[in-house]
Structures are given as C-alpha cells and as structure tokens.
C-alpha cells in the first residue's frame, strides 16, 4: 500500500535555530513530491521536486529529493515565528492515478 | 486574480442530515479534487473532477458524491451525515488532469470545517 511518513509529529524551537523536516514514501511508481504549508486552514504550495527536479531553495527554504533511498528534507534556516505551521508532504504515486497521498504533516512551532 | 473559493466557511449539522459544499477553481483551471481532513491527520483524496467527468475516487462510501458544472465549480455532498464526518474539507484546483498530466501542482481553498453533532 502507497504511503507517506513525516517526521517529527511536532517541534518546537526558537527564532534563529535551522529546522529539517523529514518526508519517507512507498509508492508504487513516483512521479512528484510537494510541500505545502498549512497555517489555519488552506494549504499553500512551497515547493514541487521530480526526477528531474531534485533540488529547490526559495528564500530562507530549502528542499531535496532522494529518489534512491525514497525521502525528501525541508530545511528552513533563521526560524521566524512566522513559520509556525503545520507543513505537508505530498506524494503522487504515478502515472492514471488521481490523487496525491499525504503525510500527517509536522507541526511547527518557532517561539520568540 | 482569486484564488479557489469554498463556502460555506463552517457547517454544523446533526447525524442524519445531508450538506453540500461548493467550489470555485482558479480561473482556467479545468480540475478539481475534493481532499478530508480530520484533526490532527494529512488530507484524504475523495475525488477528482476534471472536465465535468469523475477521474478518481478515493476510499469513501457512496453517501459521498460529487459534480463538475461548466464553469468548472463543484459541489461535494454527503448523505446521512455520521459523526466521523466532522472534518475540514479541502478543495483544489489544477489547470489539467492530475491523473495524466505531468507534475501538476494543486491549489487548495480554505476550506470548509463541518462539525457533525
């Protein structure tokens, strides 16, 4: 059965401190991984990474791919209270499948 | 230009009843996916729409359906409403199939949180 694990559950830290959060999948065939943020209630897109797109950094994120050994990181480096939030790993599992499946999702808290 | 639109913003509804929830995608946007969310979990695929024709069905009883109109809104409605209902219902929209297309992004609206008494 397809899934996706995230690790840790939760987290707390302090502003400044470098965070990575973790993404381990089984699927049956990969085709891309997403990372969203979830602050209340919508999720909002962070990053896509493919076979042809292993790596990708936007600002104070950073993400990365390992296709070998099945896992993604989300590294987010000088924390600001502004990053707590619920991030989600996603996974499409190939090629007439319709869905993406999910992580539980790691829950972030950046304290002042 | 907006984002992808649900309403209601919150529900409360007692065992038995019926609700529907509406969508609106992102402009040109011709997919749309309905996710669950249960507190404290990641989101469940319950179905995806795309051009007016169910492409996917996730692992949910018949009392869940759905539809796809020409403007490419959609509504999700569930029958006989039972306390593990309650949940945050996601919506998303893509520009195509995400069954078939590659590397399709989705975009998610706020959702509606249904509270089932």
């Known amino acids: 059965e397809d899934k996706v694990v995230q690790s840790p559950l939760s987290l707390v830290v302090h502003e400044g401190d470098t965070v990575t959060l973790n993404c381990s999948y089984e699927?049956?065939?990969?085709?891309?991984l997403l990372w969203y943020k979830q602050e209340k209630k919508a999720p909002t897109f962070l990053f896509m990474l493919?076979?042809?797109?292993i790596e990708k950094k936007s600002g104070r994120l950073s993400s990365i791919l390992d296709k070998k050994e099945l896992f993604s990181i989300l590294n987010i480096t000088a924390t600001q209270t502004g990053d707590s939030a619920i991030y989600l790993c996603?996974?499409?599992?190939?090629?007439?499948?319709?869905?993406?499946?999910f992580g539980t999702g790691t829950r972030l808290k950046v304290l002042a | 230009d907006a984002g992808v639109t649900q309403s209601p913003t919150h529900l409360i509804k007692t065992r038995g009843q019926q609700v529907t929830l509406r969508c609106s995608p992102i402009?040109?946007?011709?997919?749309v996916s309905w996710y669950q969310q249960v507190l404290g979990q990641g989101p469940q695929f319950i179905f995806q729409?795309?051009?007016?024709?169910?492409?996917g069905r996730g692992n949910f009883p018949d009392r869940f359906s759905a539809r796809q109109f020409p403007n490419y809104s959609s509504e999700l409605n569930v029958n006989a409403l039972l306390l593990g209902d309650s949940a945050l219902y996601l919506c998303?929209?893509?520009?195509?199939?995400?069954?078939?297309?590659?590397?399709?992004?989705?975009?998610f609206g706020s959702g509606t949180q249904l509270s089932v008494l």
């Open positions: 998303a929209s893509s520009f195509r199939d995400v069954g078939f297309s590659t590397n399709e992004k989705l975009f």
């Open positions: 699927v049956t065939n990969f085709r891309s």
């Open positions: 493919t076979s042809s797109g």
């Open positions: 996603a996974v499409h599992p190939g090629s007439g499948t319709y869905k993406y499946i």
């Open positions: 402009s040109g946007h011709k997919s």
């Open positions: 729409y795309y051009e007016k024709e169910e492409r």
